[in-house]
């Protein structure tokens, strides 16, 4: 094994603990600690009620000993033998409980080893050992201060099998001196309340199938009430649809172990999902996840299929043609866009037709009479398709019987002509509601079917955002592309903000059939205009058509009562900037990293349905109770009139110049390369916790000094990756930035290798890069001292300057990082 110390050996208390746990002993036994003997010290201890009350190990830890727990011999082995010794008590179940002391401190010299069986770690390569113990003050004791210790020592040995415990004592290795937080006297003993002490040290990598551990008293008053020692895993869990199986922790402290998740039934990907396991056992870093297959909902983690159509009913039938009605399944996942029906000539399965309705009635023709056909119905919404019905048979009507009816031909045929004109005319009626950009993508059938796949056209491997602008009437839009709820399933809680349009809420959904779930709710205020209307609802028509783990969630719209109402997931910890703000300081660089990740993989997905989001800040990122990030507010194809972030442009709209390209400031060119610039601010609003870019430069001295080619300096403590990232992505030549798949690749393997990430940038040149670039371009320097410090926001330390003899810009400018 390796020689040095292993990697958290330090003292350290257990999760949860104190330092200890409370033993009382019984008055009649107190008399048993007065004095160091050679009788067994620890006889008189009452164990049972302390230790069968101890917490249960977490559910991220698996212990591979513990001997409280042992019912049998330990088969530990004590050297010499006169030295730790066992003292074999029982609880109050009469189970056993193994105890080692020793308290040989009036002799010199002292060298006892107390050695366990061997224990297979598992295939895990990093051990957890927790030791519960008492120990006697050295004071409390008479005569024995020259020889008496207060500390004793743990060491451990590898090995493949059982026969390499008898070994030589400096082939052990030692793991850690363990002292006491708290040691008792005879006065505590007269109280009869003492502290039991626990101490964890950790131990690894590990390369054996097993090991051994021995403990060594060099003259101490001590007894060894427990040890058990463990490993940590993440817990199997099913997250976004995809199971990930028991994960056993790394060998190194800040190791990120990245596992592949399962899809669940009936659930597919085309990314598989990713997380990482934590050396703390906690899942961490989602990337992907699993979707229900067309057809089917998520429910509970899983997939059931929606229910089918059911209730079919005949209508009239001739010998040509049958007429059937049914009913709207019971959960039909969704608002129904149309249903298919299949059907086909009994025993001939092989050649089926297919035709499509928005009603919940057909009529199908061309049959041939005195025949039997099978008819099988299912429904499609934005979620896709549910599975068919049952199968339905109908027998058309001979030949002869028709005679009868010929009466019926002229009425027939007028209905005939009424019914093909009505056809057209709700044809006519449903192509010009859409402008020509979105007909004309209705003139393929093919086309028109990936349209309708979760809501938008899917063309092969591609899914294309469709703006809500091009229908004629947004409210069509709407309820394509956003489910209508009914506003007795909401309830309004409080109010935790205000949107542009009105009031945004928290409360709950309740759908029928489904669990209640947290959400949050924007309102539209009374007294709005038809185009308040239609923009409050456009952005429900945007984000309906997403759906991606790091895009904030559409539940649906009430549009049908009011107040007019935009559900959508409600997450916890609210916006990404407020969130830092309030937690300065408080995350580690790789949960940085997996915010950032989670935006980037958010804005991928957005760039790769051809979607420009124009307005990405960290004030428009929402953050959840797990650190999962989303992007939200799909606003800023309106004009921001009321962001006080924006500046006048030359065409009359609003943007956020601080976040905002270049080209797309000068010549309002939107695309994603504009979004991965502001994407590049973001990143650095995130590592300096919700620092304001720029600070209190104003909008125009941003411009000019971007212009000029003035980028934020680094914040501070930041990796060199990630600061080149974000230089990366201030290139002046917008083809010159990489794309968003390349920030989530770049992203993915800073998070495996998390060692990249400890190079920071140069701190020593950061103050005086912050004298030069701090400040609008051109300006010259600050008028004092104390001016520079409230601008970068350190206006605390401006008297600790003065004390130091930084009275000046220029002494300023000389500081080192010494």
Request: charged share 25%; net charge neutral; with cysteine.
């Amino acid at each position: 094994m390796r020689g040095s110390r292993p990697r958290g050996a330090g003292r350290r208390r257990p999760p949860g603990g104190c330092g200890g746990d409370t033993l009382r002993t019984p008055a009649s036994l107190a008399g048993c600690y007065s004095a160091p003997r050679r009788a067994p010290l620890w006889t008189c201890l009452l164990l049972c009620a302390a230790l069968r009350t101890l917490l249960a190990s977490p559910s991220n830890e698996v212990n591979l000993l513990d001997s409280r727990t042992v019912m049998g011999d330990l088969g530990w082995i004590a050297f010499p033998k006169n030295g730790w010794e066992e003292i074999g008590e029982v609880d109050e179940n009469y189970a056993p409980i193994h105890t080692y002391q020793v308290c040989k401190v009036m002799e010199q010299n002292q060298n006892n080893w107390l050695l366990t069986s061997w224990i297979s770690n598992e295939g895990a390569s990093r051990i957890f050992i927790e030791l519960k113990f008492t120990l006697r003050d050295c004071n409390s004791l008479p005569g024995g201060l020259g020889t008496c210790k207060e500390t004793f020592n743990m060491y451990y040995f590898e090995s493949d099998d059982e026969n390499g415990r008898n070994i030589k004592e400096n082939q052990y290795i030692k793991i850690d001196t363990i002292a006491a937080d708290e040691s008792f006297t005879e006065l505590d003993l007269g109280d009869r309340v003492m502290k039991l002490n626990t101490e964890v040290r950790d131990v690894g990598p590990l390369s054996k199938k097993g090991f051994y551990l021995a403990f060594q008293d060099v003259g101490a008053c001590i007894a060894l009430v427990s040890v058990r020692v463990y490993y940590k895993k993440c817990p199997s869990v099913i997250r976004h649809l995809a199971v990930f199986p028991d994960t056993i922790t790394g060998a190194d402290s800040s190791q990120l172990l990245e596992v592949s998740g399962s899809c669940v039934n009936h659930s597919v990907t085309d990314e598989p999902p990713k997380m990482h396991c934590s050396a703390e056992g906690e899942w961490l870093v989602p990337i992907g996840k699993c979707m229900c297959k067309e057809g089917y909902e998520e429910k509970n983690g899983t997939c059931q299929a929606p229910s089918p159509v059911t209730n079919v009913k005949k209508g009239k039938i001739a010998k040509n043609s049958i007429s059937l009605s049914w009913q709207e399944p019971d959960r039909p996942n969704g608002i129904i866009l149309e249903y298919e029906i299949k059907y086909f000539e009994k025993d001939q399965e092989t050649s089926y037709t297919i035709i499509k309705s928005k009603e919940t009635t057909i009529t199908a023709e061309g049959l041939k009479p005195a025949s039997v056909y099978v008819f099988q119905i299912r429904a499609r919404t934005a979620a896709g398709y549910g599975v068919f019905s049952r199968r339905f048979e109908f027998e058309t009507i001979p030949v002869f019987a028709a005679s009868s009816d010929q009466s019926q031909i002229p009425i027939i045929a007028v209905s005939v002509t009424v019914g093909v004109i009505l056809l057209a005319v709700v044809i006519g009626f449903l192509l010009s509601g859409r402008r020509c950009g979105y007909s004309k993508a209705k003139q393929d059938p093919e086309e028109e079917k990936m349209h309708f796949h979760n809501g938008h056209i899917k063309l092969p491997g591609v899914r294309t955002y469709i703006d809500p602008h091009t229908y004629e009437d947004p409210n069509q839009a709407v309820h394509e592309f956003a489910k209508e709820i009914e506003a007795s399933c909401i309830t309004i809680e409080r109010v935790i903000g205000a949107g542009e349009f009105g009031e945004v809420c928290s409360g709950r959904l309740k759908l029928p059939g489904k669990r209640e779930l947290p959400v949050a709710i924007k309102t539209l205020k009374v007294g709005y205009t038809e185009k308040q209307r239609r923009d409050f609802l456009g952005e429900a028509s945007i984000m309906g058509q997403f759906d991606h783990p790091n895009i904030i969630h559409l539940e649906g719209v009430v549009t049908k009562s009011k107040p007019v109402m935009i559900v959508t997931e409600y997450m916890e910890n609210g916006s990404l900037d407020t969130f830092l703000k309030k937690n300065d300081g408080q995350f580690t660089v790789i949960q940085l990293v997996g915010m950032l990740r989670g935006i980037a993989a958010g804005m991928k997905y957005l760039s790769d349905m051809g979607y420009v989001h124009r307005d990405l800040a960290a004030r428009n990122i929402l953050i959840n109770s797990n650190l999962v990030c989303k992007v939200s507010d799909f606003g800023l194809s309106r004009v921001l009139e009321d962001d006080p972030e924006a500046a006048y442009t030359t065409r009359g709209g609003k943007i956020p110049i601080r976040w905002t390209a270049p080209e797309a400031i000068a010549f309002r060119k939107f695309t994603s390369a504009s979004d991965v610039w502001s994407y590049g601010i973001v990143m650095w609003e995130v590592v300096s916790y919700g620092e304001r870019p720029y600070w209190e430069m104003t909008n125009q001295d941003v411009i000019k000094a971007v212009e000029e080619g003035y980028r934020l300096p680094s914040p501070m403590d930041c990796p060199v990756a990630l600061y080149q990232l974000m230089l990366d992505c201030w290139q002046k030549d917008r083809n010159s930035r990489p794309k968003f798949d390349e920030i989530v690749n770049m992203l993915d393997k800073l998070i495996r290798n998390p060692s990249s990430l400890k190079t920071l940038v140069n701190a020593s040149s950061r103050v005086s890069n912050l004298l030069a670039e701090h400040g609008p371009l051109g300006s010259g320097a600050y008028r004092s001292v104390g001016e520079w410090l409230e601008a970068i926001k350190m206006g605390r330390y401006t008297e600790i300057f003065m004390e130091n003899g930084y009275s000046s810009m220029d002494a300023v400018a000389q500081v080192t990082l010494e």
